[in-house]
């Protein structure tokens, strides 16, 4: 009957609310006991400059490795970091070795004319307003010159926030750094919006790029983001591009960066002599 159906329904929702609870709960004693132990690690992927036609910069990711469970993705652990508050501690960390990584000299040696090192910042960061001075003296302290590092900061981070946004970014670039939208083409900001952000980088979502030589609609997406991009003077980073078709027609439209597994998955800093080896053959075997 009626009554007992409902009772059924309501059982199977309380189930899915403890068990969503108990993956959240698991996650935060996770992450509480990673940062304790140090298993937050950084792993870069390489973007590439399809001009020159090698790695001309890396994006840092952060990973927890777990000694028995393997590695755990951000996808699980940032959205619980940030609903914690523990996402300063874990943005501490991240920056304190993505700032070492920028001086790191085995890098320095891989890259004679200098690289580039994204970093990404979280929306809860942007009500941080002392953050980009604290960043500056980070890479002061190390040496680091700050045009070399850039911060990424998402589409919908940034639109629940603009004005907060706004004052972070002027202050970032004030101070010398590079500010990159992040996953652009997800959120909902219009397009008129971009001329009002002061940015240096748009990176376009792997949303637009994959199935690119199959959907027109989404190359005539990329082109006109591309196009518009141009007459902003922005640099563009496309990123998700898995496969060799994807990248012919990111190429033909004119795509100044890349990023995406074709190229690399992100890797730690010692597989990266390999990964320029294996780029610089991809563009020698196209030509
Ligand atoms: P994101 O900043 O947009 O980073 C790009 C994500 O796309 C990375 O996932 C990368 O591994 C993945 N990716 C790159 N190329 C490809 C491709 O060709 N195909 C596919 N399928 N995926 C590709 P990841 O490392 O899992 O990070 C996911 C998100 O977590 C990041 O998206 C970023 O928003 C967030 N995140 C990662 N590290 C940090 C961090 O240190 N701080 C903060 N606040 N967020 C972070
Ligand atoms: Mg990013
Ligand atoms: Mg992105
Ligand atoms: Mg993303």
Redesign the pocket.
């Known amino acids: 009957d009626m009554r007992s159906h409902q009772g059924s329904d309501y059982r199977l929702f309380e189930d899915c609310m403890r068990a969503s609870s108990l993956e959240r709960m698991d996650t935060e004693q996770l992450l509480r006991m990673a940062l304790r132990q140090n298993w937050v690690k950084v792993k870069l992927?390489p973007i590439v400059d399809f001009e020159r036609g090698e790695v001309s910069g890396y994006?840092?990711?952060?990973r927890i490795e777990h000694p028995t469970k393997g590695t755990i993705?951000?996808?699980r652990f940032?959205p619980v970091a940030e609903e914690t508050g523990l996402?300063r501690q874990l943005?501490d960390v991240?920056m304190a070795q993505a700032v070492a990584l920028a001086a790191d000299e085995g890098l320095k040696a891989l890259h004679p004319t200098g690289f580039s090192l994204g970093?990404?910042?979280?929306a809860l960061q942007l009500h941080d307003p002392a953050l980009p001075d604290r960043i500056a003296a980070l890479l002061e302290r190390e040496g680091v010159e700050p045009s070399c590092f850039k911060l990424?900061l998402?589409e919908s981070a940034v639109m629940a926030d603009p004005k907060s946004a706004i004052d972070i970014i002027t202050r970032l670039r004030q101070l010398g750094m590079k500010v990159a939208l992040?996953?652009f083409g997800t959120g909902y900001s219009s397009l008129a919006y971009l001329r009002q952000l002061p940015l240096d980088i748009l990176k376009v979502d792997?949303s637009l790029v994959s199935g690119l030589d199959s959907h027109p609609d989404k190359y005539a997406i990329l082109e006109m983001v591309l196009n518009l991009s141009a007459k902003l003077g922005l640099k563009v980073i496309v990123?998700?591009?898995?496969t060799q078709e994807e990248f012919l027609q990111v190429l033909s439209l004119g795509g100044g960066f890349g990023?995406?597994?074709?190229f690399s998955?992100?890797v730690a800093p010692h597989e990266l002599p390999e990964v320029h080896q294996r780029v610089k053959a991809l563009f020698a075997s196209m030509r």
């Open positions: 992927q994006e840092a990711l952060a993705s951000p996808g940032i996402i943005s991240v970093v990404n910042l979280s990424e998402t992040d996953d792997r990123e998700g591009i898995e990023q995406g597994f074709l998955k992100p």
